[in-house]
């Protein structure tokens, strides 16, 4: 069965920087574009990063470009979500998602950017 499992998250103090991975399993990883979403507390779950399958071509939300880099190791069948720069704003539940014939979510992992 797919698996998505998010690490990485933790408490950090305003510009400073976190990298949060996703473990994928159950599918062919190399075979599907990747991304991450986010949900802070009392809000809607919203995109935060793509990232392509074959080409590794990425997109990012306006809130997070030029801060925030989406990567992938498809040897290790990981994706990762570098934040530089973080602001008190970009706190959330952090969650990695993929579209097979549906869509499969991890359990999510929390970030805090607070002093």
């Known amino acids: 069965q797919v698996q998505l499992v998010e690490s990485g998250g933790g408490l950090v103090q305003p510009g400073g920087s976190l990298r949060l991975s996703c473990a994928a399993s159950g599918f062919t990883f190399n075979k599907w574009p990747m991304r991450w979403y986010r949900q802070a507390l009392g809000k809607e779950r919203e995109f935060v990063a793509f990232i392509s399958n074959v080409l590794g071509s990425t997109n990012y939300a306006d809130s997070v470009k030029g801060r925030f880099t989406i990567s992938r190791d498809n040897a290790k069948n990981t994706v990762y979500l570098q934040m530089n720069s973080l602001k008190p704003e970009d706190t959330a539940v952090y969650y990695c998602?993929?579209?097979?014939?549906?869509?499969?979510w991890g359990q999510g992992t929390q970030v805090t950017v607070s002093s």
């Open positions: 998602n993929v579209r097979l014939t549906s869509g499969f």
